[in-house]
């Protein structure tokens, strides 16, 4: 199995920062690669595919980048509903598998 | 706009088998894959498996063969089945959908659900 590894597993922030969140995998998944972000209580929602591919309808502030086995979300400009755990994906073979979550917190 | 909703017991005893539906609306089957992913409380995310329109499937081996997806198309759902559960299957289960192609990804959710396993 691919091991998705991210560190830190939580972060504080101000509003206004750019914040980056890294993800690591344990073996070359070209750029296979999606980004979630969750907030409590609430279903995971879909931010970027394909590494670098940003979904419908998510702000411009969220850029994904990367390739083989390192890979990051970056947030230029932190906005309060911004405050949640993201999580990284890999789909480059079964099982898929996710990374544990970086929380982003209120500094 | 698609919609996705689980329905199931909420309380499983200990070596019994969960059952979850999951009812898709707004959309047609056809063209993606349909997913169980759970989450345990506090915890992160475990993808379980997909069922494809066809029927075919592909689960995660960490389950050791406990689970079971199936779809029927005239109803508009999908299912899981998971056997001889445990405290640690203890989790909110969510229902997902993903397209078709290279990539798998998750594009939409239900709510989820929890299924809290004990006596």
């Known amino acids: 199995d691919i091991q998705m590894t991210q560190s830190p597993s939580s972060l504080s922030a101000s509003v206004g920062d750019r914040v980056t969140i890294p993800c690591r995998a344990s073996q070359s998944i070209g750029n296979f690669l999606n980004w979630y972000q969750q907030k409590p209580g609430k279903a995971p929602k879909l931010l970027i595919s394909?590494?670098?591919s940003l979904q419908s309808g998510v702000p411009s502030r969220f850029n994904g980048s990367g390739s083989k086995t390192d890979f990051t979300l970056t947030i230029s400009s932190l906005q309060p509903e911004d405050f949640a755990t993201y999580y990284c994906?890999?789909?480059?073979?079964?099982?898929?598998?996710f990374g544990g979550g970086t929380k982003v917190e209120i500094k | 706009q698609v919609r996705l909703q689980e329905s199931g017991p909420g309380l499983v005893k200990p070596s019994e088998t969960l059952s979850l539906t999951c009812s898709v609306s707004?959309?047609?089957?056809?063209?993606?894959?349909w997913n169980w992913i759970r989450q345990p409380p506090g915890k992160g995310l475990e993808w379980i498996g997909y069922v494809h329109y066809s029927g075919s499937t592909t689960d995660n081996p960490a389950l050791k063969s406990r689970a079971t997806i199936s779809i029927d198309t005239s109803k508009a759902q999908f299912s899981l089945r998971l056997s001889s559960v445990t405290a640690a299957d203890t989790a909110v289960y969510y229902c997902a959908r993903a397209p078709l192609g290279n990539s798998v990804n998750f594009d939409d959710w239900g709510q989820g659900t929890l299924v809290t396993v004990s006596s």
């Open positions: 994906q890999q789909s480059y073979s079964n099982p898929l598998t």
């Open positions: 394909a590494t670098s």
């Open positions: 707004g959309d047609s089957l056809s063209g993606y894959y």
